[in-house]
């Protein structure tokens, strides 16, 4: 497997950047959504529920975002020696993997390897 070129290193960078940014933005815009239901307003039962169940919705889309931001965060952190090479068996991750989760910190193999465990 080879290793990543100077231009696809600063092209992952930039896309962690705009992740980065797109993720903070998500999970600031979320607060209000995620406050609790108010028990006092007066509505009618199953709109209680249904205010209930977008509530437990969003936190649960707000919780997969903050986790994902903390992710890229940590890759952003990551020296140029170390991004991109995998944490486990320490072989290149592949440009294509990291171009569609550029977060990622496992190559295919250990990613797999790893959830044929869970």
């Known amino acids: 497997m080879d290793e990543l070129t100077p231009d696809q290193r600063q092209e992952l960078r930039a896309a962690l950047d705009a992740l980065s940014h797109e993720l903070t933005a998500l999970v600031n815009g979320t607060a209000e ?18 205010a209930i169940q977008q509530q437990r919705m969003a936190r649960a889309a707000r919780d997969r975002h903050s986790h994902r931001l903390r992710l890229v965060q940590v890759a952003r952190q990551r ?6 090479i ?25 990613q797999s390897e790893r959830e044929r465990q869970m």
């Open 33 to 50: 959504t995620v406050r609790p239901v108010d028990l006092e307003e007066p509505i009618g039962r199953i709109s209680r529920m249904d």
């Open 79 to 84: 020296t140029p020696e170390e991004y991109g």
């Open 86 to 110: 995998c944490r486990l068996c320490d072989d290149p991750i592949r440009y294509a993997r990291l171009k569609i989760q550029p977060e990622a910190t496992l190559c295919i193999a250990c």
